[in-house]
């Protein structure tokens, strides 16, 4: 099983930038996955979760309101859509499957 994120970069405050995570050697369909970020010298943070049909989202307050996330199964890939960011939103940002399997992370960082 192989996750690879991107759609990283540099955003100022108020920008926006949308991550992908494209998943391979897996039934993506099957499974529920999430969005999680690390900012330096902090710990790992949940941000977001779908399950396998995408019928059902799920937020950390920290985020809710201002991130999207979805999925295109016939594509396998994960999406999050991240509007109005703010310095605080700067993280590796990784996609997650059952927190067994890790992509490698894209970095963001929120800065004018």
């Known amino acids: 099983i192989q996750l690879v994120e991107s759609g990283g970069g540099l955003a100022q405050p108020g920008g926006s930038l949308r991550l992908a995570c494209a998943a391979s050697?897996?039934?993506?369909?099957?499974?529920?996955i999430t969005w999680a970020r690390q900012a330096p010298g902090k710990g790992l943070e949940w941000v977001s979760g779908i399950n396998s049909d995408g019928s059902r989202l799920y937020y950390a307050d920290s985020v809710k309101g201002r991130f999207t996330v979805s999925r295109d199964n016939a594509k396998n890939t994960l999406f999050l859509q991240m509007n109005n960011l703010k310095p605080e939103d700067t993280a590796q940002y990784y996609c997650?499957?059952?927190?067994?399997?890790w992509g490698q992370g894209t970095q963001v960082t929120v800065s004018s």
């Open positions: 997650t499957l059952g927190y067994d399997y």
């Open positions: 050697g897996v039934t993506f369909s099957n499974y529920a």
